[in-house]
């Protein structure tokens, strides 16, 4: 079946603006996370979704992001007012349970740009 | 808090030799995962391995197995009759096992760059 999917896959904004970031798990994953993977650095985690609710959302570094799941499948990671330090590539996982030594399976990741 | 460290930030081995990546950690917690990650430049993360801490028997999938050395925290990656294939940056990861929302988490290393020459 297909794999976790995100789009875009490269998005350019300037500082300021508002960009939004589609992550499509796998069908009947329950658990989803966003993490951020700057140059050179593993990924940190940002936000866990388990259902439609956010379990874990201690890892977003300020109110400039957010994140939703609302139906429970497709998450959208929001920034607001973004800096040149938003910039990074920006994964998604999913994973049928969060319990266990479940694999958490990545999408492709989007690059995101703040000029 | 838990931490995870690689301490080799490049590596690289010979067409079919063997290799072992390092990757160390800090937890007071008993229970836990640990996993190896693959991150090729497709930037898309595959799993290479996982460990349970519980069990003493060291993880092996193919060409892949770990050294899960849980006294010393250590757990290394070793990759044997390397395939240029295997090119990519490893990540060692890890997961605590306690049943709680906020522990789903993996907390990752730094990654190690692998290269293997033909």
């Known amino acids: 079946g297909a794999g976790v999917s995100q789009t875009p896959s490269n998005k350019v904004t300037e500082k300021g603006k508002y960009v939004e970031l589609r992550c499509d798990p796998i069908s009947g994953h329950t658990a989803l996370y966003w993490y951020r993977q700057s140059l050179g650095q593993g990924p940190e985690f940002l936000i866990y979704?388990?259902?439609?609710?956010?379990?874990?959302d201690s890892g977003l570094p300020n109110d400039r992001f957010f994140a939703v799941r609302p139906e429970g499948s497709v998450s959208t990671l929001k920034i607001q007012r973004t800096e040149r330090g938003d910039s990074a590539v920006y994964l998604c996982a999913s994973s049928f349970t969060s319990g266990g030594a479940a694999e958490q399976f990545f999408g492709p990741g989007t690059r995101l740009t703040v000029l | 808090a838990q931490t995870v460290t690689q301490s080799q930030p490049e590596m690289s081995v010979q067409e079919a030799e063997t290799v072992t990546l390092s990757c160390t950690y800090d937890t007071s917690e008993s229970d836990y995962y640990l996993f190896w990650y693959k991150q090729p430049p497709s930037r898309q993360m595959i799993l290479v391995i996982r460990q349970e801490a519980y069990k003493q028997q060291n993880a092996t999938e193919n060409r892949f197995s770990v050294n899960f050395q849980k006294a010393a925290k250590s757990f290394s990656l070793k990759i044997s009759d390397s395939q240029l294939g295997d090119a990519a940056m490893y990540f060692c990861?890890?997961?605590?096992?306690?049943?709680?929302?906020?522990?789903?988490?993996?907390?990752w290393g730094l990654g190690t760059s692998l290269a293997v020459n033909p």
């Open positions: 990861a890890y997961r605590s096992a306690i049943n709680a929302g906020n522990n789903r988490k993996l907390i």
């Open positions: 979704f388990q259902g439609t609710g956010a379990a874990d």
